[in-house]
């Protein structure tokens, strides 16, 4: 059991836990009348039960051999997925005070460039090509509100 | 409605202009899907369902349909020519699809992958045709015991296919399970797991939840790598299979739609299953098995029939039951009932020309695709090469624009970005994304054909086990989990597990 097996198994195992909790404050019920948490704390109950089956297998029966084959991700295999989550919350959070236009336009370009950061100065005609085609696709042609943020001052 | 009048139904509705176009849109994206190794029929369907939204009903169901079997027609182009399955359905074809590229027969290959599928899809279009009618009857006679019985068993059907973990897959149906039960319980009329954020009164959102778990933890695993698979240089003259290529395969196209039509229709079934069974049945079946791997065009026809006739017969037990069985049938779920749609026996009764009107799309669709498989293959090898640092930019744009537009809410946004961390986790860790998918769909109705049952029985489980159909269901989901956790079956999948 490798140390992401571990941690996803002991967050499922609190969040059961905390479910579970939360399900009996709702109210679980009885059969004639279930109360609003009586499946939350069925599922609970099951995620926690094999919840526990899997980090006892894991622990106790000392599969080294599995865990030695188990490949694990290099920095540079994470780098760019873990850029790409950021650069995505950034975007969302900036979408509305900013609006459509130039968040897409920035997000495009750093992935663009995250990509090929050599080619910089094609990546911001691309990046503006890409935010500008497709807001006329979208907001213009397909009738879809993008947020305009700041640009609306422009009207 | 006689048979005849019903098709004639179906493909009045079809054919119409508006409805044609979709299905060819939802071709087009499908073969291109297909093509495209590293994004799924599901993550492509999930993108695209926002822009579904303002478009006919019929049209829309008509496009996400195409999309999930044209992408069994796209994926053998990568497999037989880049030995790089483009759906997980098409990972047999490479067996010997790539053998006979390298040997100079990646045309026959790609012909007899392209008229094997052509086949199956019709054949299955008429199976669905026939089969509907007496399937809707006897899905009239459910009730809520029957449902939750049913829902049960595929669960625990698709859990059992997982190609990772067993005791994960049925984790993540709890996980799918709980997550269902975000928001308000319109029973009780009290919220639950909310925490106090107005945004999940109304329940986790499906879309984004998808996108994310498809779309974007797919995109995020592909960026881990840097190496695109190369084309294998294969002269591509002589699509058209000789009579020998036909001769040969013919029969093995018949079996694989045949098996893989019905295991399509069981719950949790679909494309996958049926492709690999056909497999191993030509082999066992044939003249010279030693042939197998090595190039032989029936271990190219037989699974790209039953993974053809499979994505078909998968929409059977959510046109006639109303209950999706796998990830791609929980799209089309959630896409009907965006249109106000509930899918089920009753469906052929109230809405006749969109139930025929979908069927007979298929088989619309299956003409289109042989059309765009065979003639534009160079198409598809030229787009092979369009770069995936490029490609994957367009995706997310799409994925962004998509979600923002279901509510034009930046909530949407951030979910979708969340699940796909989750998904990217998951897949990191061995958690497989479509028993969740299908346990968030199914928890809703679960709780419900559940209280409904108790309420019918006055709190007596026992209601369970007096229905016949409720009681077959359950008796075989107890003998499915007893295997499951067989040492027998345990010592089988660490062994495909290792092999993976």
């Known amino acids: ?155 | 409605m006689d048979l005849l009048q019903t098709i004639l139904l179906g493909f009045q509705t079809c054919l119409q202009p508006v409805n044609l176009l979709y299905c060819f849109i939802g071709t087009l994206i499908g073969t291109l899907v297909g093509v495209l190794p590293g994004l799924g029929p599901g993550g492509a369907m999930a993108i695209l369902l926002p822009v579904t939204f303002n478009a006919p009903p019929l049209a829309s169901i008509i496009m996400l349909a195409g999309i999930y079997y044209g992408a069994q027609y796209g994926g053998s182009t990568t497999s037989i020519l880049m030995n790089i399955p483009g759906e997980a359905s098409s990972i047999v074809t490479c067996l010997d699809g790539y053998q006979m590229a390298r040997q100079g027969r990646a045309g026959p290959a790609l012909g007899i992958a392209a008229f094997a599928s052509f086949i199956a899809g019709t054949l299955s279009t008429f199976g669905i045709i026939i089969l509907a009618r007496p399937l809707v009857g006897f899905a009239l006679k459910f009730g809520p015991p029957e449902y939750f019985a049913l829902m049960i068993l595929g669960l625990i059907i698709l859990s059992f296919l997982s190609r990772k973990s067993l005791i994960k897959s049925f984790m993540m149906v709890a996980v799918g399970l709980l997550l269902s039960y975000v928001g308000m319980d319109t029973m009780a009329g009290q919220p639950r797991f909310t925490f106090g954020i107005d945004n999940l009164l109304q329940g986790m959102p499906i879309i984004p939840m998808v996108m994310g778990l498809f779309g974007i933890a797919e995109i995020m695993e592909n960026l881990e790598g840097t190496e695109q698979g190369s084309i294998f240089k294969a002269h591509l003259s002589g699509l058209l299979p000789s009579l020998k290529d036909w001769r040969d395969s013919i029969w093995a196209i018949m079996r694989g739609t045949i098996i893989g039509f019905f295991l399509g229709i069981l719950p949790g079934g679909g494309a996958l299953l049926g492709s690999f069974v056909s497999y191993a049945i030509e082999k066992r079946v044939a003249k010279h098995p030693e042939e197998f791997g090595k190039g032989a065009i029936a271990g190219v026809a037989a699974p790209e029939a039953a993974n053809n006739a499979g994505s078909q017969g998968a929409f059977i037990p959510l046109m006639t039951l109303g209950i999706p069985t796998n990830v791609v049938s929980s799209i089309l779920f959630a896409a009907l009932l965006v249109h106000n749609i509930t899918p089920g026996p009753l469906m052929l009764k109230e809405r006749p020309e969109m139930f025929w009107g979908l069927i007979t799309s298929m088989y619309v669709g299956n003409v289109m695709l042989l059309a765009l498989n065979l003639p534009l293959i160079g198409i598809w090898v030229k787009i092979l090469k369009i770069p995936f640092n490029r490609l994957f930019v367009l995706i997310i744009v799409f994925c962004l624009i998509g979600v923002y537009s279901i509510d034009s809410s930046v909530w949407d946004v951030g979910v979708m970005i969340l699940f796909g961390v989750i998904g990217y986790i998951m897949r990191k860790a061995g958690f497989e994304s479509p028993p969740l998918v299908l346990a968030f769909i199914l928890g809703p109705r679960m709780e419900q054909s559940l209280r409904q049952s108790l309420l019918l029985s006055q709190g007596s489980v026992g209601i369970f086990f007096e229905k016949p159909i409720a009681l077959s269901c359950l008796i075989l989901a107890a003998i499915l989990v007893v295997i499951s956790f067989s040492r027998y079956t345990v010592q089988k999948r660490q062994e495909m597990l290792q092999e993976d």
């Open chain 1, 1 to 155: 059991m490798n140390a992401l097996d571990r941690g996803s198994c002991i967050f499922l195992l609190g969040l059961s836990v905390l479910i579970g909790l939360m399900s009996i404050r709702l109210g679980v019920g009885g059969l004639e009348l279930m109360g609003t948490g009586f499946m939350p704390l069925l599922a609970s109950i099951l995620l926690f039960v094999l919840t526990v089956i899997v980090l006892v297998k894991g622990l106790w029966t000392h599969q080294k051999q599995d865990s030695e084959k188990q490949r694990h991700l290099t920095w540079e295999e994470l780098e760019r997925p873990l850029k790409l989550v950021v650069g995505l919350f950034v975007y969302a959070f900036l979408l509305l005070p900013l609006g459509y236009l130039i968040t897409t336009f920035l997000l495009v370009f750093f992935m663009f460039n995250m990509m090929q950061p050599e080619k910089w100065r094609k990546d911001l005609l691309f990046a503006a090509l890409v935010a500008a085609a497709s807001f006329v696709l979208f907001d213009t042609l397909l009738s879809v509100r993008l947020p305009s943020g700041i640009l609306t001052v422009l009207g």
